[in-house]
């Protein structure tokens, strides 16, 4: 990428391709001839208070690194824009890919740096103050085209920190996919969100106060909702609820079976829990084995007052209370006549 100046810099490098390497240094120091090109075109630029470099510790609202190659007659950077926020840590790896290049960057270096092909350097300190920001090609024996090698880094002024006020519904099932409605305030493009450490399925960022997220699947339990701009800027509110998904039916067999109980069945679905327990009418099954995808168990007697059938609803109910009615699910018949004796 390459990033062309405002005029005060196109007017200092070519200020600067006229001067030898040897020159440069000797005649007018590069922070002295940039303060002469600022005021010359009425800009103000604090050059004389250098930022301190990273120091050890340091809490940045984000770590910002770029790669930086340097070319007759070029600088490519990546990633683009070279674009940073007030607080930033900013680590510049800068390499020369062909001849001897240097790289200067105002207010953030104290002194260029020069680079013979291949050789890289590493520039780090923390974007303390707003403004853009010339970088340019130290060498002007790089060649003809040394005067294009100049453009701009853009500090952006701090932006306010996100904020969440709340977020519907406030629970959702292990299986993620629900669709959470965030709503707060200071939500930039690109703003990602968690549920707990765990990143969502997809964000939609609607404007600067709502959000559109999908839960991940994750185990049960309550977790926090964060949601962090891209310029590192973060909040974190309320409690989500992992809940387990409620149970299915989608066989009983069989489905009919004598007013005398005892019928032996399948109850046949998804997400059953040990533990559950099974109604046919407002009577109990009994319940012999269960796994997530069957339930086996024996009918409890029928209504004797029947004339000929009865369905009845088949109830199963989880553990944590969630539960799923079949609709007639099972019927009963009355039993068929036997002879005992004559």
Not at 98 to 117: A, I, P, Q, R
Not at 220 to 242: E, K, L, R
Not at 315 to 326: A, I, Y
């Amino acid at each position: 990428m390459h990033m062309r100046s405002i005029t005060f810099s196109v007017l200092a490098l070519s200020m600067v391709s006229s001067l030898s390497a040897q020159q440069w240094h000797q005649a007018t120091p590069l922070d002295q001839l940039l303060k002469q090109v600022h005021a010359r075109h009425h800009l103000v630029a604090e050059m004389d208070a250098l930022p301190a470099k990273v120091p050890d510790g340091f809490n940045a609202a984000a770590v910002k690194a770029f790669t930086i190659t340097a070319h007759q007659f070029d600088f490519d950077i990546n990633p683009s824009p070279f674009v940073v926020n007030v607080g930033d840590s900013v680590t510049l790896d800068v390499t020369s890919s062909d001849v001897t290049h240097g790289f200067f960057l105002e207010h953030y270096m104290s002194n260029d740096v020069t680079m013979n092909k291949g050789q890289h350097r590493t520039i780090t300190f923390v974007a303390n103050t707003p403004g853009i920001f010339t970088y340019a090609c130290t060498v002007s024996t790089c060649g003809d085209g040394h005067g294009d090698m100049v453009g701009d880094m853009v500090v952006q002024a701090a932006a306010a920190a996100p904020a969440i006020s709340s977020f519907t519904p406030t629970s959702g099932t292990t299986a993620g996919g629900t669709v959470v409605a965030i709503s707060g305030s200071n939500f930039q493009n690109g703003a990602s969100v968690k549920f707990g450490d765990t990143t969502a399925v997809s964000v939609t960022v609607n404007s600067s106060s709502s959000i559109s997220a999908m839960s991940p699947a994750r185990s049960a339990g309550d977790v926090a909702i964060t949601v962090t701009n891209p310029d590192g800027q973060s909040a974190m509110f309320g409690t989500f609820t992992y809940t387990l998904p409620g149970p299915a039916i989608t066989s009983i067999v069989p489905s009919t079976g004598s007013t005398a109980g005892g019928t032996p069945i399948t109850i046949n679905g998804t997400n059953f829990v040990a533990g559950l327990a099974a109604t046919i009418g407002s009577a109990p099954a009994i319940i012999t084995t269960v796994n997530s995808s069957a339930i086996f168990a024996t009918t409890p007697m029928g209504p004797f007052d029947i004339v000929s059938s009865a369905p009845r609803d088949v109830v199963v109910t989880n553990p944590d209370g969630r539960s799923v009615t079949r609709s007639g699910g099972f019927t009963y018949t009355l039993p068929a006549p036997s002879i005992a004796s004559i």
